[in-house]
């Protein structure tokens, strides 16, 4: 066994390295133990009861807590607060999405972009929302950090940007959800590589 293996107990006491795990099944159990409650801490924040459609669409653009994530680095908190105003004219609109793709799709509409341009904000955008109404993807969306990690451990698996969790290796396909695994190899991106396949 590699030194990777945490523990919930050292969960919090600083960064563990993927790059210690000696397999990509310890990869996985190191990225279950770490992320153990942020799906249903998002959960819990993009699909709160409480808010209005239209405060849960402008609240879909932000961070957990409110704030500007990592992710959005490039917006400045203006350009998130109107495009968080242009998504709640949609509300009703993005409610009525029959899958996670078509709510993809109609937040690009919303957003007034070309199809796949800015892929990472409309897959945050959708992600959160999807939590709000039941609509998880049913794909490994591969932008950016996620389609590194896809590449590092298979060259080409990185395109298309949709792969189906079946395209994957079996420690990532059995024991992850198409979103966990989007999240798997952005966080893993730098350790994965080839011969890690299983």
């Keep these: 066994m590699s030194s990777c293996v945490a523990t919930p107990a050292r969960r919090d006491c600083g960064p563990v390295s993927f790059a210690q795990c000696a397999t990509l099944r310890e990869m996985v159990d190191l990225f279950l133990i770490l992320r ?106 591969l932008h950016a950090g996620p389609e590194k990690g896809a590449e590092a451990l298979k060259p080409g698996l990185g395109r298309p940007r949709r792969r189906p969790l079946s395209d994957f290796p079996k420690s990532i396909r059995t024991r992850l959800a198409p979103a966990q695994a989007e999240d798997f190899l952005c966080l893993a991106a730098k350790a994965l590589r080839a011969d890690l396949w299983d």
């Design 36 to 141: 153990k409650d942020r799906v249903e801490q998002e959960r819990a924040w993009w699909a709160d009861p409480t808010l209005s459609p239209e405060a849960a669409c402008r609240r879909a653009l932000f961070g957990l807590g409110g704030v500007r994530d990592t992710h959005q680095w490039i917006f400045s908190a203006a350009e998130l607060e109107a495009m968080a105003e242009q998504v709640a004219l949609h509300s009703a609109t993005l409610a009525a999405a029959k899958d996670f793709e078509d709510l993809y799709r109609r937040i690009e509409v919303a957003l007034g972009l070309r199809r796949d341009r800015k892929p990472l904000l409309v897959y945050d955008i959708a992600h959160r929302l999807g939590h709000r109404i039941g609509r998880e993807p049913e794909q490994v969306y």
